[in-house]
């Protein structure tokens, strides 16, 4: 069972930065992927960035350029950064991990850009 717990959502004006954490309950090498999803009411959850066990990065291109995914392996804890955040951003982000053959998410933290 792994558990993902996200923090660091919240309201920020367009232009601005956040950056989200989300806690993993097992080592992070024990996951083939972790990343960041987000959703909009009404609107199929979209893929914002992820991370593979051996580091390698790929990005929604909406996001390209202005978001990074990184980790912190002895904290177990994989980060978003999001700069220059525009009102198309605000979405409910959730942390993700795929370990074997199964899927787990986290509970989403809602991040609010306003115009």
């Known amino acids: 069972q792994v558990q993902l717990v996200e923090s660091g959502g919240g309201l920020v004006q367009a232009g601005g930065s956040l950056r989200l954490s989300c806690a993993v309950s097992?080592?992070?090498?024990?996951?083939?992927?972790m990343g960041w999803y987000r959703q909009v009411p009404g609107n199929r959850r979209e893929l914002v960035a992820v991370?593979?066990?051996?580091?390698?990065?790929n990005y929604a291109d909406s996001v390209k350029g202005r978001f990074i995914i990184s980790r912190d392996n002895a904290k177990r804890t994989v980060y978003l950064q999001m700069n220059s955040l525009k009102p198309e951003d605000t979405a409910v982000y959730s942390c993700?991990?795929?370990?074997?053959?199964?899927?787990?998410w986290g509970q989403g933290t809602q991040v609010t850009v306003s115009s």
């Open positions: 993700y991990a795929s370990r074997g053959s199964v899927n787990y």
């Open positions: 097992v080592s992070i090498f024990s996951t083939n992927v």
């Open positions: 991370i593979t066990r051996v580091g390698s990065t």
